[in-house]
């Protein structure tokens, strides 16, 4: 399966560095062509397996380089139509991925279902995690690029650490197909290196934080 057990441990380490900050869903992706690309999310659904037009706040964070935040004391009593999280849920976060001083390549979002208030040090947190995840977002934004919807959804599926046979189960088809869709990745995703999916969990102290 070439470099996908890295995927599994990269999205481990993930899922751990996004502890401190409350949230109930988060999505990080790359950006391209305007849009938002997903690489991974705190769940597997074919919303979050898409990409999608970015939203105000989040096009003015990557615009600024720094996090920026919604934060409500109150939930939204009528949700929009289709009940879109980014616009209904009454806390997010969107944090640039990117090295320090250049432009940002990815956006990492978080978000709270019921009211939250993120502070000064979840933001400056999460602007930290943004730069350390640069690197992880560089090395896959190519080889995500090639896959096709159904590959995309199978090397989301082999992150959680499905084995071929539950991906034929979860995408509904036969083990010989997924076997295929599974190949094809590894294939695509041959020239990644395994140190470029490194990457550290960073020590929370709060004091440490500034923006």
Known sequence: MGQLPDLQQARRRLGLALKPIAHDRWVLGYLRGGCLQPIAASEVSRRFLQGRPLV????????EKKPMVIN???????????????????????APVGVIGERPIGLLTLGCRRD??????????????????ASLVAALRGPLSKLNES????????????STQ????????DDRHARTLVDNVARKFKAVNSDDLFFPIIQ???REFRL
């Open 56 to 63: 105000p706040l989040s096009r003015k964070a990557l615009f």
């Open 116 to 133: 939250h208030w993120y502070t000064e040090e979840d933001v400056a947190y999460a602007h930290t995690l943004g730069h350390t995840l």
């Open 151 to 162: 590959e995309g959804e199978v090397a989301q599926l082999i992150s959680y650490g499905l």
């Open 72 to 94: 409500s004391v109150f939930e939204k009593p009528i949700p929009s139509e289709g009940y879109d999280w980014e616009f209904d849920w009454p806390a997010l976060l969107y």
């Open 204 to 206: 929370w102290k709060r």
């Open 166 to 173: 539950e991906i034929a189960r979860a995408i509904r088809t």
